[in-house]
């Protein structure tokens, strides 16, 4: 029964694409579990860049069945544009799955995003404006649209009925913005239903009876431990369930059938939006860093915040998660620094701790401890073996490893599908 996970073991944007990659034609089905079109992928194959949002990678690879689990949230014009898009560049994306459980995103959805930010002002959360919040928020008070509401427009209508009952006072009384009517919503959500049609599928079912056959199934996380909405530094996180707990339940899988859980981490870490951040860097450096790693994001082209490695933060994610490879990324983007810092432990009020504070206020006040390790200056995007490896890289690496705790599998030199150095296989 292998299940394998991959997920992002800091704030998000690690290049998770990397280890679907390496796994590549030897799965059989990829999973996305949780979030919507939040997130972004960008995968490199040759001369073609594609940048994805709402579509697990999967999609790119012949022969693997993308899933969109329950877990997803589904903007369905997102869907059918990434579609066209795919195959206006001869992508086949006939064998896409999607579940019949997961939960629509309506303008409504989008609207109340946009319209809370700017109420919140300063406590701002800083999201895509992708109404994913709100679309999640009423998933869990029961009011929600599924995929399987399309089919039936009587039960469709009734839905929206209940769903826009409060909104409408909310929009019109409280944010001063004009009642949305059912028509409208109806119409924009039923505009899709038939080409939508022909995936919709009993999706927990089919994993169910693939991992039986022993296929392998990767489970795709979207954003990352950090943002997790249990586990990440809340308020600041996205509204799902992206650590590994959440494969389980976004797909409909048993945990025991969970055979390894891969981590992707940058070789520093970078941040989207707001919330506390203990070694941002607010100078050159993090300049650099942004400009060498083309940190902007994928969803909203905002510049990412920068700062270097954060072990506590490695070391949680492990724990969280059950990290049993770390995939690090983009080592090539430190080459050129004379040392390199890694914060190892935070003082929180003047006293060191190892571990993330177990309150906000505690994070909020943490300031990193610094170790600093000797850079390199050599262009390492050809390496493929450790041994390609300056020796100052290679004891960077094994500095990081012994401090998370958690071991090193493979490491990202540069953005192409086979600039990788690989030390363990991530399947056997
Ligand atoms: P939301 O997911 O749009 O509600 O945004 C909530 C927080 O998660 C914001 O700080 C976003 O910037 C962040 N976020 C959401 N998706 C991603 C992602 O794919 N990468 C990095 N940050 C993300």
């Known amino acids: 029964m292998p299940a394998i ?95 019949a459980n997961a939960h ?43 995929i399987q509401d399309l089919f039936d427009e009587k039960i469709l209508r009734q839905k929206v009925e209940g769903a826009l009952e409060q909104k409408n006072h909310l929009l019109v009384k409280v944010y001063n913005r004009r009642a949305i009517t059912v028509d409208e ?32 199934v990767l489970l795709e996380g979207g954003q990352a431990t950090l943002l997790d909405v249990d586990h990440g530094t809340y308020p600041f996180v996205t509204s799902s369930s992206a650590t590994a707990g959440g494969a389980c339940t976004g797909a409909g899988i048993p945990p025991r059938s969970i055979t390894r ?3 992707i981490a940058k070789a520093y870490i970078t941040r989207v939006g707001e919330g506390p951040f203990p070694t941002e860097l607010f100078d050159e450096d993090g300049e650099q860093l942004r400009q060498v790693g083309h940190e902007f994001g994928t969803t909203t082209g905002r510049p990412r915040r920068c700062g270097w490695y954060d072990v506590p933060i490695a070391r949680y994610a492990g724990r969280v998660n059950g990290i049993t490879d770390l995939v690090l990324t983009k080592l090539d983007v430190l080459s050129g620094w004379e040392r390199i810092p890694v914060c190892v432990a935070y003082d929180v009020d003047g006293e060191r701790v190892t571990e993330l504070p177990m309150t906000q206020t505690g994070f ?13 200056t050599e262009d390492i995007s050809g390496a493929r073996t450790l041994a390609d490896l300056p020796v100052q890289a290679r004891e960077y690496v094994d500095f990081l490893e012994q401090r998370s705790g958690v071991r090193i599998s ?19």
């Open 261 to 263: 859980v891969i981590g």
């Open 104 to 146: 629509v995103i309506a303008s409504y959805h989008r609207t109340l995003d946009k319209v809370t930010e700017r109420f919140l002002g300063s406590r701002k959360i800083g999201t895509t404006g992708r109404g994913i919040g709100p679309t999640y928020a009423d998933k869990m008070s029961r009011v929600g649209i599924r």
């Open 5 to 99: 996970v991959v997920l992002g073991a800091q704030w998000g944007d690690e290049g998770k694409g990397k280890a679907t990659d390496l796994l590549g034609s030897r799965v059989d089905y990829v999973v996305k579990f949780n979030g919507g079109n939040n997130a972004g992928h960008t995968v490199v194959i040759g001369a073609e860049k594609y940048a994805l949002h709402l579509l697990p990678s999967g999609i790119l690879t012949a022969g693997v069945v993308p899933v969109i689990g329950n877990g997803v949230v589904i903007d369905l014009s997102v869907l059918f544009h990434e579609i066209d898009g795919l195959e206006e560049r001869g992508i086949d994306t006939s064998r896409l799955l999607v579940s």
């Open 185 to 216: 919503v109806v119409e924009e959500l039923l505009a899709h239903t038939e080409r939508l049609h022909p995936y919709v599928a009993d999706t927990t079912l089919l994993l169910g009876e693939a991992l039986e056959r022993d296929e392998v």
């Open 410 to 428: 493979a490491i990202g030199v540069g953005p192409e599908r086979d600039q990788t150095v690989v030390i363990h296989d991530l399947l056997t």
């Open 364 to 376: 909020h006040h943490a300031k990193p401890v610094y170790e600093y390790l000797p850079g390199w």
